[in-house]
């Protein structure tokens, strides 16, 4: 009884629009994250990279993701969210250059492994 009081309170704390902004981050990051063993399933078998190649991709992917977050949440304490916001990794040019450069890594596994045959 007292966690569904502390929960209620907690939730007349914040106006409407923050839990929904709340929820749809739960919802794209459960989604988001959902993709990843698929990811590895399709890469190490259709593509027929090895495991060990597929597991550096996506550790380079969240690795470079970790450090953005950082600098991203330093900078907006520093210079302000709205400024973060407009050269933000999800919608600026970080994002380019982190996927060209998981993607230029993707192409030339896929390279080497083509050149094989």
């Known amino acids: 009884m ?5 929960l209620k309170t907690l939730y007349s704390e ?3 629009q923050y839990w ?3 929820t749809g981050i739960v919802l794209s990051t459960a989604g988001g994250s959902m993709i990843w063993p ?3 399933i399709y890469a190490s078998s259709k593509l027929n990279m090895p495991l060990s190649r597929v597991a550096a991709l996506i ?3 969240a690795g470079t993701g970790l450090i953005f977050s950082l600098i991203a949440g330093t900078l907006a304490d520093k ?3 709205k400024v973060v916001m407009n050269f933000s990794p ?3 040019l970080v994002p380019m250059n982190r996927d060209f450069l998981t993607e ?6 896929l390279h080497q492994h083509c050149a094989t045959f």
């Open 20 to 22: 929904l902004m709340i």
């Open 59 to 61: 550790s380079i992917h």
């Open 14 to 16: 914040y106006p409407r």
């Open 79 to 81: 210079v302000g969210c």
């Open 38 to 40: 698929f990811l590895v």
């Open 104 to 109: 230029s890594f993707l192409a030339e596994s």
């Open 90 to 92: 999800n919608y600026g």
């Open 2 to 6: 007292k966690l569904i009081n502390s």
